[in-house]
């Protein structure tokens, strides 16, 4: 049976492509090796805001990780109960450059596993040695949940809350696969939750379940808005639950890559990550800066960041940039419904010196509450790909540009590459994200 027949019963909200993107070896094993580092990153930021908190590091760390967030947002982040763990999914955006791979964002609540696993299956069904093989987010979900929970037979509950309420039919795919596969698995509203004193259960065949594990599909900005929060922060915080993503709003800001660039703890990442791994990182993401409008010194300038020639020394210079010197990005570092997807981006190239000016003056005038970030933009190389064309029933070829999302999925202290999506979208998007215009499929090597 042929890939298109396989996924015909689909929603299609994106083209059909009629094989898997093909990444060369050397590709392949650098994306392999990124979720090690990327794992050790995770793990040195969060130590450094608690270093930062507890004054053995500069206040401005903690000050910006924690600008415009809630005191109820900062105390969980906090409490030393949880102060070890982290996301137990990590999915970098890698843009495919002439120079390598980029790093665009780092997601920590991700979407789109589930349709990267529903797409494995039918690839791998077809025939295609697809990254991660038929089950590989399943299995290693499963794994993660298994190691995450004290109970040797846990149950997972997936909560999407309604501004995430997009991915619930993805979501629901998921609780089935996982079930399949050994993990007892339930997605829900959070409405639907059940709060008993001993912890929080779910309805399933009249009967109650406890929940073991919660898989957080909503975001900290959104808190106010999600039915029963109080009642599951307070499972959580008597540690009658588990939920992933913890509850650190500091390892969700984009900002983390001007950390990472800051010249001043060039020798913490290197304590923390190793040369090789902090020079990886400094390699793969691109050069960022927080948007911080306090006046410099006469004698100082924003670290590697110029016009031509001339060191920028304040941002209100960056309004006189040619469109050749606008290949530059604004964007919100995190905390607001603008931060995920392709919300609140603006890349200086593609608009009017008016709407560029304009954004400036957002961004400046949004800090400290809803710090923003400046970031190079990076260009994605031209890749060719094929879909299935469901007007004349025939295969049609593309030019585009790709995003890859590789899911490392983290158990056994070590991060498993469970597979890896790619989205190619026509040479005319700047912005490369799924929309109906762009095959998404599986990925397989040379």
């Not at 400094?282 to 306090?294: G, I, K, L």
């Not at 940039?321 to 530059?328: D, P």
Request: hydrophobic content about 40%; aromatic content about 10%; some cysteine.
């Amino acid at each position: 049976m042929g890939i298109t027949e396989l996924v015909a019963q689909m929603d299609r909200k994106f083209r059909i492509g009629c094989e898997p993107f093909i990444l060369d070896k050397s590709t392949y094993l650098q994306i392999d090796n990124l979720g090690t580092i990327l794992l050790q990153f995770y793990q040195a930021v969060n130590e450094l805001y608690y270093l930062s908190v507890r004054g053995d590091y500069p206040d401005w760390i903690r000050e910006y990780l924690d600008g415009g967030k809630t005191e109820q947002v900062i105390e969980y982040g906090r409490m030393r109960r949880f102060r070890n763990h982290l996301p137990f999914i990590i999915r970098p955006d890698l843009i495919l450059t002439d120079e390598g791979l980029i790093i665009s964002e780092l997601d920590s609540v991700p979407g789109g596993f589930g349709l990267l696993a529903e797409l494995s299956q039918y690839y791998h069904d077809a025939g295609f040695e697809i990254i991660g093989g038929r089950n590989g987010i399943t299995e290693n979900i499963k794994q993660a949940i298994q190691e995450l929970s004290a109970n040797a037979d846990p149950v997972l509950a997936i909560i999407v809350s309604d501004e995430s309420m997009d991915y619930l039919a993805e979501m629901k795919w998921v609780a089935k696969a996982l079930t399949v596969c050994g993990l007892r698995t339930y997605t829900l509203k959070p409405e639907e939750i059940i709060f008993q004193e001993d912890g929080l259960y779910l309805e399933s065949d009249h009967k109650l379940e406890r929940i073991d594990v919660i898989y957080r599909f909503f975001e900290l900005f959104d808190l106010k808005n999600i039915p029963k929060i109080d009642l599951i922060l307070y499972a959580v915080r008597k540690q009658t639950v588990r939920i992933t993503p913890p509850l650190k709003s500091f390892l969700e800001e984009k900002l983390l890559f001007a950390l990472l660039h800051h010249p001043v703890l060039q020798d913490y990442w290197i304590q923390a990550m190793g040369v090789e791994g902090y020079q990886t990182l400094v390699n793969v993401m691109p050069q960022t800066w927080v948007m911080d409008p306090r006046p410099l010194p006469p004698h100082a300038v924003i670290p590697n960041l110029s016009l031509g020639t001339n060191p920028v020394t304040d941002w209100q210079q960056l309004k006189q940039a040619t469109q050749r010197q606008r290949e530059l990005v604004i964007k919100i570092s995190g905390f607001s419904e603008l931060s995920w997807g392709s919300r609140g981006v603006c890349i200086g190239h593609d608009v009017s010196s008016e709407v560029w000016a304009d954004t400036i003056d957002t961004a400046l005038n949004s800090f400290p509450e809803h710090p923003y970030i400046l970031q190079r933009f990076c260009k994605g190389k031209r890749v060719s790909a094929s879909y299935y064309d469901w007007l004349t029933k025939n295969p049609r070829s593309m030019q585009g540009r790709v995003r890859l999302c590789p899911y490392y999925l983290i158990h056994s202290n070590q991060a498993h590459l469970a597979g890896v999506l790619a989205t190619v979208c026509p040479l005319d998007k700047k912005l490369i994200h799924g929309m109906t215009d762009a095959i998404m499929v599986p990925t397989m090597v040379e």
